[in-house]
């Protein structure tokens, strides 16, 4: 089953905006991952943010955690056409040992020049 | 480099025929992971295996099979009892199988109809 929904489901900007693009989910969890995927590619890992973490940066990208909203935020700033990809949420659900991920549908992010 | 290749990435199936998914890594890995990717859809697991000799069933098995007999290898067979096998494959690693690691992708391959 899927747990974590992305919002919105497709974003247009132009290049030098900023994206924000959002993931909430239904239980509790250990950790959320943010994922990249380039069309017609695999799925590049992007940052992890643990369940006692609000907030975390990677250069470009800064991740929020509302653990009491049950959402998550990805922002990225400046942004390029490179950054044209879909982005999906992953969450560790909180079962116990052996957890696996759960992704989400995915957002569609458009960067135009 | 380290990483994971997927062969081949194109792959087109017969009725009633069987076809086997390549997934290979050079990350010494313990866990690896395959995926089905349906167009506007997220990331379905199929099957995960921990370690060499043992692997587990996803959300959607039916109509899969898989063997690691290696750790680096994790080929993925799509039988004739998946209805609907027409989607994209990715196969993932990580340290371990955890939650909390970061799994890492090869590129898939595209599985289609005849």
Same mark, same amino acid.
């Given at each position: 089953?899927?747990?974590?929904?992305?919002?919105?489901?497709?974003?247009?900007?132009?290049?030098?905006?900023?994206?924000?693009?959002?993931?909430?989910?239904?239980?509790?969890?250990?950790?959320?991952?943010?994922?990249?995927?380039?069309?017609?590619?695999?799925?590049?890992?992007?940052?992890?943010?643990?369940?006692?973490?609000?907030?975390?940066?990677?250069?470009?990208?800064?991740? %929020?955690?509302?653990? *009491? $909203?049950?959402?998550?935020?990805?922002? /990225? !700033?400046? #942004?390029?056409?490179?950054?044209?990809?879909?982005?999906?949420?992953?969450?560790?659900?909180? %079962?116990?040992?052996? *957890? $696996?991920?759960?992704?989400?549908?995915? /957002? !569609?992010? #458009?960067?135009?020049? | 480099?380290?990483?994971?290749?997927?062969?081949?990435?194109?792959?087109?199936?017969?009725?009633?025929?069987?076809?086997?998914?390549?997934?290979?890594?050079?990350?010494?890995?313990?866990?690896?992971?395959?995926?089905?990717?349906?167009?506007?859809?997220?990331?379905?697991?199929?099957?995960?295996?921990?370690?060499?000799?043992?692997?587990?069933?996803?959300?959607?098995?039916?109509?899969?099979?898989?063997?690691?007999?290696?750790?680096?290898?994790?080929?993925?067979?799509?039988?004739?009892?998946?209805?609907?096998?027409?989607?994209?494959?990715?196969?993932?690693?990580?340290?371990?199988?955890?939650?909390?690691?970061?799994?890492?992708?090869?590129?898939?391959?595209?599985?289609?109809?005849?």
């Amino acid at each position: 089953s899927q747990q974590g929904e992305e919002d919105p489901q497709a974003l247009s900007i132009q290049e030098g905006e900023n994206a924000t693009m959002n993931c909430s989910y239904k239980t509790s969890i250990n950790n959320l991952q943010w994922y990249r995927q380039n069309s017609g590619r695999g799925l590049v890992h992007l940052i992890l943010i643990r369940s006692n973490e609000r907030e975390k940066h990677s250069g470009r990208l800064r991740v %929020t955690l509302d653990t *009491s $909203k049950k959402s998550s935020s990805l922002l /990225i !700033t400046a #942004s390029r056409a490179a950054d044209t990809a879909s982005y999906f949420c992953a969450t560790d659900p909180y %079962t116990g040992a052996n *957890s $696996k991920l759960t992704f989400g549908k995915g /957002i !569609t992010l #458009s960067v135009r020049p | 480099d380290g990483g994971i290749t997927q062969s081949p990435k194109y792959l087109f199936r017969k009725e009633g025929q069987n076809v086997t998914l390549s997934c290979e890594q050079n990350l010494n890995h313990d866990a690896m992971y395959w995926y089905r990717q349906d167009p506007g859809q997220g990331l379905r697991l199929i099957y995960y295996s921990q370690i060499v000799n043992d692997f587990q069933k996803g959300d959607i098995a039916e109509g899969y099979s898989v063997s690691r007999e290696k750790k680096e290898s994790f080929p993925l067979t799509v039988t004739s009892a998946q209805k609907n096998p027409t989607a994209f494959y990715l196969c993932a690693s990580s340290i371990y199988a955890s939650g909390n690691q970061p799994q890492h992708f090869g590129d898939g391959t595209r599985l289609s109809i005849l």
